[in-house]
T-cell receptor, first 113, second 115 residues
Framework: AQSVSQHNHHVILSEAASLELGCNYSYGGTVNLFWYVQYPGQHLQLLLKYFSGDPLVKGIKGFEAEFIKSKFSFNLRKPSVQWSDTAEYFCAVNAGSQGNLIFGKGTKLSVKP | NAGVMQNPRHLVRRRGQEARLRCSPMKGHSHVYWYRQLPEEGLKFMVYLQKENIIDESGMPKERFSAEFPKEGPSILRIQQVVRGDSAAYFC?????????????FGPGTRLTVT
């Protein structure tokens, strides 16, 4: 069965620190990859997505992610986090011709001012 | 352009009652997905519908749960005879009528509490 693993349950950083959140998926075929963010009390918002082409994708708010096919990974990065980045981050995969998304369990990011 | 709307935002039901959750997709979107989020878990796919059709219900529990997306009106997720284990956040997402179905927009969710 397809699955998505997010390695870190809770990450605590100080402002200006660099961020990398891990995401690995299990599926051998063509995948579309997403990172969603859920700010406290708000709904899920799309941060960035990868469909094809350049494996380094840039999203909103200075986030980027790199698709490494050989490692089945799609890690999220930001060079310098801000307090306002405090949120929960979800990696998701849309596999093959299926319409549904398969989500990881999420990583809570707390940024200390 | 209004986003995906869900109501109610919070719903409290006693064990054995029925819960009805509504989802209005974004304007122009004809695909609706329902997901459930249990505490400390990621979102789990339940069902995927187009207008008047269930496309994929592989994530729906076999009993007590049903979903519809009528020609007119919102999509409804219905849970009959609720139990405490049904307490969760239920999210609806919609996507435009494109063949690739690559991007889903989420609503704010309905938090169901079963007492």
């Amino acid at each position: 069965a397809q699955s998505v693993s997010q390695h870190n349950h809770h990450v605590i950083l100080s402002e200006a620190a660099s961020l990398e959140l891990g995401c690995n998926y299990s599926y051998g075929g063509t995948v579309n990859l997403f990172w969603y963010v859920q700010y406290p009390g708000q709904h899920l918002q799309l941060l960035l997505k990868y469909f094809s082409g350049d494996p380094l994708v840039k999203g909103i708010k200075g986030f980027e992610a790199e698709f490494i096919k050989s490692k089945f990974s799609f890690n999220l990065r930001k060079p310098s986090v801000q307090w306002s980045d405090t949120a929960e981050y979800f990696c998701a995969v849309n596999a093959g011709s299926q319409g549904n998304l398969i989500f990881g369990k999420g990583t809570k990011l707390s940024v200390k001012p | 352009n209004a986003g995906v709307m869900q109501n109610p935002r919070h719903l409290v039901r006693r064990r054995g009652q029925e819960a009805r959750l509504r989802c209005s997709p974004m304007k122009g979107h004809s695909h609706v997905y329902w997901y459930r989020q249990l505490p400390e878990e990621g979102l789990k796919f339940m069902v995927y519908l187009q207008k008047e059709n269930i496309i994929d219900e592989s994530g729906m529990p076999k009993e007590r749960f049903s979903a519809e997306f009528p020609k007119e009106g919102p999509s409804i997720l219905r849970i009959q005879q609720v139990v405490r284990g049904d307490s969760a956040a239920y999210f609806c997402a919609s996507s435009p009528p494109s063949r690739d179905l690559l991007e889903q927009y989420f609503g704010p969710g309905t938090r169901l509490t079963v007492t």
